[in-house]
C-alpha cells in the first residue's frame, strides 16, 4: 500500500525544516485529522540531547494545541537506507490519541512501509487501562 500523496509531499517538506544539527538525522512528519486537516512536524534537537522532541510529537503537539484529538493517517519520512518507524516514546504518545493509527514510513528513495499503531506497539498502556484499574479499585 503506498503512501497517500499529499501527505508524504508535506512529510518531505517538513524534513527539510528539522533543527537536526548534532544528529544530522532529519525527520519530517505528515498527520491527518478525523475531519481532513493535514498537520506537519519535523524533530528538533538540543544541545541537552534528552530534551530532543521527535518529529512525530512536533506534530500531534501542534496538532492539540489547535484542539485537534483525532487522527487517521500518518507518513514519518527519513532520508536512511531503510524506512525508520517511530521511537517507543512516539509510539506511546501516538497512542494517546489514535491508539489504531495508519502509518507509512518513507526513505527519500521510494521505500515505504505500513502498519497499523497496535500492530507495532502491542498491549499498549493508555486510557482504557487507567480506567480499568480505577474501576478494579471500587
Not at 23 to 51: D, M
Not at 58 to 72: M, P
Amino acid at each position: 500500500m503506498q503512501a497517500p500523496q499529499d501527505l508524504l509531499e508535506q512529510a518531505i517538506c517538513a524534513r527539510g525544516r528539522a533543527y537536526s544539527p548534532y544528529s544530522k538525522f532529519q525527520v519530517g512528519v505528515a498527520v491527518r485529522t478525523k475531519v481532513g486537516t493535514i498537520i506537519t512536524g519535523c524533530n528538533v534537537e538540543n544541545a541537552s540531547y534528552g530534551l530532543t522532541i521527535c518529529a512525530e510529537r512536533v506534530a500531534l503537539s501542534h496538532a492539540v494545541s489547535q484542539g485537534i484529538l483525532e487522527f487517521t493517517q500518518m507518513v514519518i519520512v527519513t532520508d536512511t537506507d531503510a524506512p525508520t518507524p517511530p521511537c517507543g516514546a512516539c509510539r506511546q504518545f501516538i497512542y494517546e490519541f489514535a491508539s489504531d493509527l495508519e502509518i507509512w514510513t518513507c526513505n527519500l528513495r521510494g521505500t515505504h512501509r505500513y502498519f497499523h499503531l497496535s500492530e507495532i506497539l502491542p498491549e499498549a498502556f493508555g486510557p482504557a487501562t487507567l480506567n480499568k484499574a480505577r474501576e478494579a479499585k471500587s
